[in-house]
């Protein structure tokens, strides 16, 4: 049998029940086993003895925390890029999804694009015929070239790789699982 009211709001301020509602809040992955022991505890400061399998996940349901299954939080990223460049990240391509979230999580150290200094390109989807260009510093992403990065580059390469010294205001952008909007 559940919990009544009473007696959910005799554990709901607990500590244990805050951390996990602040693991929820930040997306962090919880065990499972670290889920029912924190839910253990709180029911057991009040409640001892009440700590049972439904109740463990009745109070789970409460602060919604999936528990009963592995809790995969969505890989969220966050970073910048040039205003002209937003349109050309922005959707859900899984593969342009996972190399802004690499330039976002500044894990994508790449390459220098020929002829410049502090641009550096990575496949995107391991297509060497099309490339993400980022700043090497500062992570902010200039845009999408639809061409092998190497030898004389052509004017459409040198159109992304001058939006570094064109300026503008970066956008807030963010990659949730395979989306790249702007955040």
Do not use: C
Not at 7 to 36: C, F, M, P, T
Not at 102 to 107: D, I
Not at 127 to 138: C, I, K
């Amino acid at each position: 049998m559940p919990l009544t009211s009473s007696q959910y709001s005799q554990i709901q301020d607990h500590a244990a029940l805050e951390w996990l509602r602040d693991k929820v809040r930040r997306n962090q992955a919880v065990g499972q086993d670290i889920i029912r022991l924190k839910i253990t505890e709180a029911i057991n400061s009040a409640l001892l003895g009440r700590a049972t399998d439904d109740n463990i996940k009745d109070v789970a349901r409460r602060i919604d925390i999936p528990y009963g299954q592995v809790f995969t939080p969505p890989a969220i990223a966050q970073g910048q890029a040039h205003p002209a460049a937003v349109s050309e990240i922005e959707g859900t391509d899984p593969a342009m999804a996972q190399a802004v979230r690499m330039v976002f999580n500044h894990t994508a150290s790449g390459r220098t694009s020929p002829g410049t200094t502090g641009v550096n390109h990575i496949h995107v989807g391991g297509n060497a015929g099309v490339n993400l260009l980022f700043d090497a510093v500062s992570f902010v992403v200039y845009g999408v070239v639809n061409a092998h990065m190497e030898g004389a580059l052509s004017n459409a390469q040198n159109q992304v790789i001058s939006r570094k010294t064109q300026g503008g205001i970066p956008v807030a952008m963010r990659v949730v699982g395979n989306t790249v909007s702007r955040g």
